[in-house]
């Protein structure tokens, strides 16, 4: 069988299997990723592919689907959930339009436009299964894009999903690029205690707003110690949320913000937690009442894998031969569950068509780049699994 031919037959197939997974609206917050769980299900059934349904909260549905057996495995993943709408759509966003080679829809380039090129990709696969050395792994996961606490860490964790080889379609850059590091993340959440006392009488309270304000125009300043790295920008942080206050009239008792860290593998996040607790007593050398306090929200370290090993060779490959150009290697500032695979000893790679317009008003996906995308992971999966 030729599987790039048998790819383009499949295209109108793709196009309805895409549609149908844009209109199960899999907004994160909540999720209700069990709406296009539900598409993959009926998908796997008729097509005769094995799969299983795993879920640590109901409703936060993530399924798997199984072509081949034994090892090595090679996972291929997939997010089922979204981002909010939001507003400056030209189109109902939860309802695929075709215009010009092109399918626009919330989740059309992330991450459900890769998800329907993966699926069409096991399809062909799937005729293929008795040849295989080794097993793919079709894994549609819950809640990337609120941390995946429900998906693919709580997979990996539970010892629901594993493997030796791991492809992310998560990344867009059209297949020009493969993702093969990540910074480090570090939520924190401060909070600034005062004391609560009436607006006319300022003197009588501790302002924790004013106090979170000393705080913040120190962490302004803050300059973070790294190397810099080939692949990676440098080391970032951000304000995310500032809360404080609950009338005009009350000095505020209590200030929270949220603080998005972005690290080097040359850094740890342990330093950054250091150097924010001493701005905490830079603070206090000059204001004896500041008091605040440092949780923990998240914490990712940051990875990486070599520049040379079998899966890139693999993708560089068989792209050229699709597309007609070898992908070069980057890294990235965000992160994919590309991190959870790689920490967990799986060799890992980010890699997927689709421009950068994830999370964006009008977002929209090339039905031809979706078609090569299924045409290369198609002949990745043959060529590692022979």
């Known amino acids: 069988m030729n599987t790039q031919k048998a790819v383009d037959s499949e295209k109108g197939g793709m196009i309805k299997l895409l549609s149908k997974l844009i209109a199960a609206d899999t907004t994160n917050p909540p999720g209700n990723e069990w709406r296009a769980a539900e598409v993959v299900e009926k998908f796997f059934k008729k097509e005769k592919i094995k799969y299983r349904i795993f879920e ?46 092109k399918i626009y829809g919330r989740g059309s380039v992330d991450d459900k436009g890769p998800l329907a090129s993966m699926l069409i990709a096991g399809k062909i696969l799937r005729k293929f299964e008795k040849k295989l050395k080794g097993q793919i792994i079709l894994a549609c996961v819950a809640d990337e894009e609120r941390g995946s606490k429900y998906g693919m860490y709580y997979l990996l964790k539970e010892g629901k999903l594993k493997g030796e080889y791991g492809i992310v379609p998560d990344i867009e850059r059209e297949m020009k690029k493969i993702d093969i590091a990540e910074k480090g993340l570090l939520h924190l959440k401060i909070t600034s205690f005062g004391k609560q006392a009436h607006g006319s009488r300022p003197e009588q309270g501790v302002n924790a707003v004013w106090n979170m304000i000393e705080f913040l125009n120190i962490l302004k300043k803050y300059r973070m110690r790294y190397r810099k790295h080939p692949l990676l920008s440098d080391p970032t942080n951000n304000l995310g949320v500032i809360k404080g206050g609950s009338a005009v009239n009350i000095v505020p008792g209590e200030c929270e913000v949220l603080l998005d860290f972005r690290y080097l593998p040359s850094q740890k996040a342990k330093d950054i937690i250091k150097d924010v607790k001493n701005m905490f007593r ?8 500041a008091k605040f306090k440092l949780e923990i929200i998240d914490r990712q370290k940051p990875v990486e894998v070599e520049k040379d090993n079998i899966l890139i060779r693999t993708i560089k490959k068989h792209t050229k031969k699709v597309i007609g150009k070898e992908p070069g290697l980057i ?7 590309v ?15 689709g421009e950068e317009v994830a999370h964006q008003a009008n977002e929209y996906i090339s039905v031809k780049e979706l078609t090569d995308f299924s045409k290369i ?3 990745v999966c043959l060529d590692i699994l022979s």
């Open 377 to 379: 992971l198609c002949l």
């Open 282 to 289: 830079q603070v206090r050398r000059k204001n004896k009442k």
């Open 56 to 101: 640590k909260e109901k409703g936060r549905m993530n399924i798997i689907g199984y072509i081949g057996k034994g090892k090595p495995r090679l996972i291929i993943a997939c997010h089922l959930d979204v981002v909010p709408a939001g507003d400056g759509w030209k189109t109902d966003p939860f309802k695929a339009k075709i215009s010009k080679g």
């Open 331 to 337: 890294g990235l500032p965000g992160t994919t569950v």
């Open 339 to 353: 991190k959870p695979l790689v920490e967990k000893g799986i060799l890992a790679v980010g890699f997927s068509p």
